[in-house]
């Protein structure tokens, strides 16, 4: 007998939201309906597909043509009694109710039925609310608590996204919203000092996120704020040599943070760059770019080198350069 882990599907119909004691593996919720898997032994709708019964994996390969997200959940492949393709997850025998045998059909539109589960030779009510969680391409979530643009978001240690700034309406943001992925619900955090656009956001090392520049008001600012996941709250470092803003940062491999160009509070697009030193709170000057440019990127390679690309001059206009540090 082989040793199965089965998915384990739990329906509530009101939000259970904080009821989990297990990390779920997803969850999704839709007019408060809410899904969640958990890991379990027991008997499942795609149980020992081989024998007696005939539901497939699904193809999740991207050239197929069903609709099943790949994922680290596999999905089965419900069959109607027309053979028409639903794409779900293998759900716990135990909560499936029967179809009507004679009309093959099911007590409530938000349930199809299906005839190749391994839970029953009779059909089973598949709830369409499962099919979601393989389905491929774009799937709504929770709404922000604010709309927002020229923004930043930043994966956190511990799986949640912090969104930070950014406009809305004409009015620039110092709120920071945090995204749990595993309720698909937004919360609001502390917010920052400053409002900010055109900002930077880099996670460091030891988990905190580090803010700099940006716009508040009119000017670029020359003072970051490092968030803390752990407490919720902002707290200063030191400044920066310059103000700026529509500048970029990069985590360097050893813990250090380069920022580089952008525009400072004198309007003049920058060359400098600058090391932030997390151990110390204390920025220090670095070598400058060949160009001065904003609006450009920077990526770290896996050499350790950051390549910095494009970006405009505020003269001589669009920059193809692109150099190393
Ligand atoms: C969801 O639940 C909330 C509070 O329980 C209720 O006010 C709302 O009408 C419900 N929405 C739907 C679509 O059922
Ligand atoms: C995919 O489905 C569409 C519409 O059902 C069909 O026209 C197309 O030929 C199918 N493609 C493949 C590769 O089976
Ligand atoms: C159902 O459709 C699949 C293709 O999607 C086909 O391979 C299979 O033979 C069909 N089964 C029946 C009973 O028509
Ligand atoms: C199945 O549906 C038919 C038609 O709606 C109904 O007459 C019959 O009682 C249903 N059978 C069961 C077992 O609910
Ligand atoms: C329909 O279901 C009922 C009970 O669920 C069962 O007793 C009956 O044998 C089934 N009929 C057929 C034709 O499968
Ligand atoms: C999110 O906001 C959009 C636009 O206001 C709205 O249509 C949608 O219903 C909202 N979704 C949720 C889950 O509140
Ligand atoms: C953040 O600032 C906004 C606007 O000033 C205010 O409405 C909101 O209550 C503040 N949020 C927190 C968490 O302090
Ligand atoms: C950092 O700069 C801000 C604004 O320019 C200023 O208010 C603050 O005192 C400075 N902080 C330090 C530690 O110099």
Not at 168 to 189: Q, R
């Amino acid at each position: 007998m082989r040793s199965i882990v089965a998915l384990f599907f739990i329906i509530s119909l009101s939000s259970i939201k904080g009821q989990t004691t297990q990390l779920p593996i997803y969850y999704c919720s839709e007019n408060n309906a809410s899904i969640q898997f958990t890991l379990s032994s027991s008997s499942h709708s795609a149980w020992n597909p081989t024998s007696s019964c005939s539901l497939q994996q699904c193809d999740t390969s991207l050239n197929s043509n069903n609709s099943c997200r790949s994922s680290s959940t596999p999905c089965f492949d419900y069959r109607t009694i027309n053979n028409i393709s639903y794409c779900a997850p293998g759900i716990l025998c135990s909560i499936l109710e029967r179809c009507n045998n004679t009309t093959q059909t099911c007590s409530s539109n938000s349930l199809v039925c299906v005839i190749n589960s391994c839970c029953s030779p009779q059909p089973v009510c598949l709830p369409f609310l499962a099919t979601q969680m393989c389905e491929r391409g774009w799937v709504s979530t929770g709404n922000m608590t604010s709309a927002r643009y020229w923004h930043t978001a930043s994966l956190l240690s511990n799986g949640k996204v912090l969104v930070t700034g950014g406009s809305a309406n004409g009015i620039f943001l110092n709120s920071a919203d945090l995204y749990d992925s595993s309720t698909g619900t937004w919360t609001p955090t502390s917010n920052m000092t400053d409002e900010r656009i055109y900002h930077t956001a880099s996670l460091l090392s030891n988990g905190k996120v580090l803010v700099t520049g940006g716009i508040a008001a009119t000017s670029p600012l020359n003072s970051p704020e490092l968030y803390d996941p752990s407490t919720g709250t902002w707290t200063t470092t030191g400044n920066m040599t310059n103000a700026r803003r529509s500048h970029t940062a990069s985590l360097l491999s050893n813990g250090k943070v380069l920022v580089t160009g952008g525009i400072d509070n004198n309007a003049n697009v920058l060359n400098s760059a600058e090391l932030y030193d997390p151990s110390i709170g204390i920025w220090t000057t670095t070598g400058s770019m060949t160009n001065a440019r904003e609006y450009h990127t920077a990526s770290v390679l896996s050499n350790g080198l950051v390549l910095v690309t494009g970006g405009y001059n505020g003269n001589t206009g669009i920059l193809i350069s692109a150099e190393l540090y």
